[in-house]
């Protein structure tokens, strides 16, 4: 039977914020069965906590913002997706910024911290959503349909230089190493900055960088997917084929998912 799952030891991490043009700095610390995901900005007096729901999130500049009050917290969509496509259930994060770190644009660098960290299992099962029946979401021409399977696995068709199809059967046995790698890419919605090797962004969708992998957008929109599937606060068991979605409509799925299952 499985259990939930925190990491085992306290690990700082520390990188340059993309909007914000500074540094932050993050510590991820092991929490208690029940506890979920915890982010704080510790840069406040007094600090404040930002619970990863679904109904505190917005998008931005194609990125993720979670709010409490007045105050926010921005870009954790890389974050989330590492936590969650480890499958860690319990964890606080302490962040002494308004805006989490870019790194290389990927999830790498938070999932290598949380390897460092280690991950034990505790004695509590994990909260997990089952559907029992199809959903389809259609948003503005796009299209995610979830479907019932014993585990997370996600289809995604994405349409750049014609039609591209990858189908990850098993979210999470792959996603350390065929997910979080991929990096984002540019669109015109970008502001004006330096990519990894000092290549500025394009006007037109643009991938300025050596691919890691030969359909790297594509596996970017599932890694950033799975963020925003965090915003559930449980481990999803679907199969979801996703028709060049995005944050916004996989958000809508989210909602959708809670209020009928």
Request: net charge positive.
């Amino acid at each position: 039977m499985k259990k939930q799952r925190t990491i085992k030891k306290k690990i700082r991490l520390s990188g340059n914020t993309l909007w914000a043009k500074g540094v932050t700095t993050l510590w991820l610390s092991p929490a208690e069965p029940g506890t979920g995901v915890v982010l704080r900005r510790v840069d406040m007096n007094p600090a404040l906590d930002f619970k990863p729901k679904v109904r505190n999130a917005s998008v931005e500049s194609n990125r993720v913002i979670i709010r409490n009050g007045q105050f926010k917290l921005s870009f954790v969509e890389h974050l989330l997706a590492a936590i969650y496509g480890l499958g860690v259930d319990n964890i606080t994060v302490d962040i002494d910024g308004e805006e989490l770190p870019f790194f290389d644009g990927s999830s790498s660098e938070y999932v290598k911290a949380i390897k460092r960290a280690g991950i034990v299992e505790q004695d509590a099962p994990p909260e997990k959503l089952s559907i029992k029946k199809s959903f389809i979401l259609i948003s503005k021409g796009r299209v995610f349909y979830l479907s019932p399977a014993p585990r997370l696995g996600i289809s995604y068709v994405f349409f750049h230089k014609g039609l591209n199809l990858r189908r990850f059967l098993d979210v999470g046995a792959i996603f350390a190493r065929s997910i979080a790698p991929a990096r984002t890419f540019a669109s015109g919605t970008f502001p004006e900055f330096e990519y990894p090797f000092g290549v500025r962004k394009s006007k037109k969708l643009s991938f300025p960088y050596p691919a890691r992998f030969s359909d790297e957008m594509l596996r970017h929109k599932v890694l950033d997917m799975v963020g925003d599937l965090a915003l559930l606060g449980k481990q999803l068991a679907a199969h979801i084929w996703a028709f060049g979605t995005g944050h916004l409509q996989t958000h809508e799925a989210v909602k959708l998912l809670l209020k009928e299952t």
